[in-house]
């Protein structure tokens, strides 16, 4: 596997996260198709995010990558604020590609994964899994790169899901 050049990653989390999610819906993200009840879900972490972290910095911009809020303890901590644990192997990749990127700006870090309705945080680290998040940006590429979505696999969350009209309408 090839290791990427800082200047190389393009790939934003939320693509990461979304590869965990569904496939398909990866590629109408990333191929600019977005939908009303997506922004919704959006606003309701970010109204969740602003009761419960109120005092901690918002949203931090580097590059391709939004961080919920930054903190300082031995290393730098990186957080996370989702909603529940159904998508949790998306939000520890989300996380992981967040230190990685970090990693390729000289920055050592770690991530706090919060879950805040379930009263629940859970700590992630990049130690020996960088493998894994280059894997990943290699899938995110190549479904970004493909003229059309990956056939639909019918699941628990397409009832939740804003495209749930563009694979079964
Ligand atoms: S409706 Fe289901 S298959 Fe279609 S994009 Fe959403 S989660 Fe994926």
């Known amino acids: 596997m090839e290791e990427y050049a800082l200047e190389e990653l393009f790939v934003r989390g939320i693509e990461i996260n979304y590869l965990y999610v569904c496939p398909t819906k ?3 993200f990333t191929h600019g198709i977005t939908m009303e009840q997506e ?3 959006v ?3 970010k109204f969740l995010h ?3 972290y109120e005092n901690e910095e918002k949203e931090v911009l580097i590059g391709p990558i939004r961080i919920d809020f930054i903190s300082r303890g ?3 901590e990186v957080h996370e604020v989702k909603l529940g644990k159904r998508m949790e192997r998306a939000h520890e990749m989300q996380a992981l590609y967040y230190l990685y990127y970090l990693k390729k700006h000289g920055i050592k870090a770690k991530a706090i994964l919060h879950y805040p309705k379930l009263n629940e945080k859970r700590e992630v680290t990049l130690e020996g899994r960088e493998r894994e998040v280059e894997e990943a940006i290699v899938e995110v590429e190549v479904i970004k790169s ?3 979505p990956p056939k639909p696999r019918k699941s ?4 939740k899901c804003a495209y749930k009209e563009l694979c079964w309408g």
């Open 26 to 28: 990866l590629w109408f």
């Open 39 to 41: 922004s919704e879900w």
């Open 43 to 45: 606003d309701l972490g």
């Open 50 to 52: 602003e009761q419960r």
């Open 74 to 76: 031995d290393v730098i």
């Open 146 to 148: 493909s003229s059309k």
């Open 156 to 159: 628990k969350i397409c009832r």
